[in-house]
């Protein structure tokens, strides 16, 4: 049984983190093993539900008259950013996919292999990148494998070479 946690860092970055369970996420926390895909953070907390988070709020239900300027009752995943912002964020996300690239061996579509393999000790522990179906990252979640889904940006490899 999979677990998906609403994650975020102390960037105020949020994003979905895929577990095997609850002590899975808090033992990779540990090994800070979890960690920001926008800015590499492993300072990771998980993210408290909107509700709990909007003290101040009515809830949406409540039939009291709005007043003017009031903030809405629900508001967006993620504040709107600036195009300054959003261009600071994708070269953020572009340095740390190259720092992934550069740290990690591609082994291409042998990764679940490599991955299980490294897990039961048949291999020493090293860091790998490389195609795992849906299907395989389950299965390797399922033992209790930490995988991580990673897109990388494209040409982001040609410029390692
Ligand atoms: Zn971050």
Redesign the pocket.
């Known amino acids: 049984m999979m677990k998906v946690l609403d994650l975020h860092?102390p960037?105020g970055?949020v994003f979905e983190g895929w577990f095997a369970s609850e002590a899975d996420f808090q033992d990779q926390l540990q090994r800070q093993l979890v960690l920001?895909p926008?800015?590499g953070?492993s300072g990771i907390s998980k993210r408290l539900s909107a509700p709990r988070l909007n003290l101040g709020a009515r809830p949406p239900q409540a039939a009291v008259p709005a007043t003017a300027g009031e903030p809405p009752v629900s508001s967006p995943r993620q504040p709107a950013a600036s195009p300054e912002q959003l261009k600071a964020l994708q070269s953020a996300w572009l340095k740390w996919s190259r720092q992934v690239a550069r740290s990690t061996e591609d082994v291409g579509e042998r990764f679940a292999d490599e991955a299980r393999r490294m897990h039961y000790g048949e291999i020493d522990e090293r860091a790998i990148r490389g195609q795992a179906s849906a299907e395989q990252a389950m299965q390797l979640l399922d033992e209790g494998i930490a995988v991580m889904p990673l897109a990388l940006p494209e040409g982001s490899k040609q410029k390692l070479q």
């Open positions: 860092c960037q970055h920001c926008v800015c953070d």
